[in-house]
């Protein structure tokens, strides 16, 4: 988690502290102004320790939201419409985490005392939601699950207890594309990178820059009703290597025919259309759904690899690895199958060795690229 409470204090410390030794420095025999400078710089340093010490306290503090809508996805998955209870309560802290990558925040099940995290969507209207305070979650219902069951069995009007931000991983302005592997409720980080890379970028940022950003995602559900009117983008031409045959002879596989494609498309599917349709040709997506024997596999991951843009990243060009990257979110199965396990190191979760498909095609298609398991 990244505290941005202490990252700000450093900062405006920083600033203070190299102001008032330019001062101390440029006007040595004036000791009524140093005294000066040394009081303002401690005063700056004190502010901005009581900014970080307000911001965590509305970070860690549990708020009041009203559940104002559900909207079934699937038998298993619904979208929860929250509003603040108090609209003057602070929206600002999660304006930041949209800009900054992948956040969560976490509910409490108040007879139990017990907290999990849920992942927001990002908002369809950012002005609309920034006003009334409103937040959105794809929430799996696990019926053996304390939490989520509490949450799918709750009326429309009860209250919610949330906190948060904790931001989980930050893109950087460095990050041009990413190939993002999301598994189940995982799309909704592979929204958040969307909302981050195309829509929530600080105004500096230039439109050369934002055209020149790439995202790829790749979204497996068990079920084709999680995903439902999805229709995968085409893969890039000749992006796989050949392959011997039974003859011996090299063939390319061909694609497994697709199931008739749905009229009605859940929200999710909306949502990623919707994007697709403000950035041609910079989001692409692809579904995998196992009930009809469609997976990620190697050629998939392969594939997905070659999306990568190499004309800015041919060998030779110095860039540096933030730039592309491969993100993997889902279940810990999922993520494993993919890339290899998380690791437990101290009581703390680790990144662990990247293995499995993602190493594979790494190996067979050499880039330049950063991998992390979200
Ligand atoms: C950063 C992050 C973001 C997340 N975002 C989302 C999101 O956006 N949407 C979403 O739906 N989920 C999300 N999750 C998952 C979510 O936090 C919960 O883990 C999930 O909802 C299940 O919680 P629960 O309390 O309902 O289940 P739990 O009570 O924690 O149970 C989980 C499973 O373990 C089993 N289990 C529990 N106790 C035992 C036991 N003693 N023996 C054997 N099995 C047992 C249960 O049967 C159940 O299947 C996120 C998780 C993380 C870490």
Same mark, same amino acid.
């Given at each position: 988690?990244?505290?941005?409470?202490?990252?700000?204090?450093?900062?405006?410390?920083?600033?203070?502290?190299?102001?008032?030794?330019?001062?101390?420095?440029?006007?040595?025999?004036?000791?009524?102004?140093?005294?000066?400078?040394?009081?303002?710089?401690?005063?700056?340093?004190?502010?901005?320790?009581?900014?970080?010490?307000?911001?965590?306290?509305?970070?860690?503090?549990?708020?009041?939201?009203? &559940? %104002?809508? *559900?909207? !079934?996805?699937?038998?298993?998955? =619904?979208?929860? +419409?929250?509003?603040?209870?108090?609209? /003057?309560?602070?929206?600002?802290?999660?304006?930041?985490?949209?800009?900054?990558?992948?956040?969560?925040?976490?509910?409490?099940?108040?007879?139990?005392?017990?907290?999990?995290?849920?992942?927001?969507?990002?908002?369809?209207?950012?002005?609309?939601?920034?006003?009334?305070?409103?937040?959105?979650? &794809? %929430?799996? *219902?696990? !019926?053996?699950?304390?939490?989520? =069951?509490?949450? +799918?069995?709750?009326?429309?009007?009860? /209250?919610?207890?949330?906190?948060?931000?904790?931001?989980?991983?930050?893109?950087?302005?460095?990050?041009?594309?990413?190939?993002?592997?999301?598994?189940?409720?995982?799309?909704?980080?592979?929204?958040?990178?969307?909302?981050?890379?195309?829509?929530?970028?600080?105004?500096?940022?230039?439109?050369?820059?934002?055209?020149?950003?790439?995202?790829?995602?790749?979204?497996?559900?068990?079920?084709?009703?999680?995903?439902?009117?999805?229709?995968?983008?085409?893969?890039?031409?000749?992006?796989?290597?050949?392959?011997?045959?039974?003859?011996?002879?090299?063939?390319?596989?061909?694609?497994?025919?697709?199931?008739?494609?749905?009229?009605?498309?859940?929200?999710?599917?909306?949502?990623?259309?919707?994007?697709?349709?403000?950035?041609?040709?910079?989001?692409?997506?692809?579904?995998?759904?196992?009930?009809?024997?469609?997976?990620?596999?190697?050629?998939?991951?392969?594939?997905?690899?070659?999306?990568?843009?190499?004309?800015?990243?041919?060998?030779?060009?110095?860039?540096?690895?933030?730039?592309?990257?491969?993100?993997?979110?889902?279940?810990?199965?999922?993520?494993?199958?993919?890339?290899?396990?998380?690791?437990?190191?101290?009581?703390?979760?680790?990144?662990?060795?990247?293995?499995?498909?993602?190493?594979?095609?790494?190996?067979?298609?050499?880039?330049?690229?950063?991998?992390?398991?979200?």
């Amino acid at each position: 988690m990244l505290e941005r409470g202490t990252e700000q204090v450093h900062e405006s410390f920083e600033v203070a502290m190299a102001w008032a030794m330019e001062a101390a420095q440029l006007h040595p025999p004036n000791r009524a102004y140093r005294r000066v400078a040394i009081g303002v710089a401690v005063g700056t340093g004190l502010y901005a320790l009581w900014q970080a010490y307000v911001y965590s306290l509305k970070r860690d503090s549990f708020v009041a939201y009203t &559940l %104002i809508a *559900k909207e !079934p996805v699937s038998s298993t998955a =619904s979208i929860f +419409h929250l509003a603040l209870k108090q609209p /003057d309560h602070n929206y600002e802290i999660y304006k930041d985490a949209w800009r900054r990558g992948i956040w969560n925040v976490h509910f409490k099940q108040p007879q139990l005392q017990i907290v999990r995290a849920y992942t927001p969507l990002p908002p369809i209207d950012e002005k609309t939601a920034e006003e009334k305070g409103e937040m959105r979650f &794809l %929430i799996r *219902k696990d !019926p053996h699950g304390e939490v989520s =069951s509490y949450l +799918h069995k709750l009326r429309i009007g009860a /209250d919610i207890e949330m906190r948060g931000p904790n931001l989980e991983y930050e893109l950087t302005p460095e990050v041009r594309q990413v190939v993002f592997f999301a598994g189940g409720t995982g799309i909704a980080p592979a929204l958040q990178v969307a909302h981050a890379l195309f829509e929530g970028r600080r105004p500096a940022e230039s439109d050369a820059v934002n055209s020149d950003r790439k995202l790829h995602i790749l979204w497996a559900n068990r079920m084709r009703e999680d995903c439902l009117g999805g229709v995968s983008d085409d893969p890039p031409a000749e992006s796989l290597p050949p392959k011997p045959s039974w003859t011996g002879f090299f063939t390319n596989p061909k694609r497994k025919p697709s199931p008739p494609i749905s009229e009605k498309k859940v929200v999710i599917v909306q949502d990623l259309e919707a994007l697709k349709q403000r950035y041609p040709g910079q989001i692409t997506v692809e579904y995998f759904v196992n009930a009809e024997d469609s997976w990620i596999d190697e050629d998939a991951v392969f594939r997905a690899l070659s999306r990568f843009d190499d004309k800015d990243f041919s060998t030779g060009y110095a860039t540096s690895r933030e730039q592309r990257q491969i993100l993997i979110s889902g279940p810990p199965g999922f993520i494993a199958y993919l890339a290899g396990p998380k690791e437990w190191k101290n009581g703390k979760e680790e990144q662990g060795a990247v293995s499995k498909l993602v190493a594979h095609a790494i190996s067979k298609n050499p880039h330049n690229v950063k991998v992390w398991k979200i």
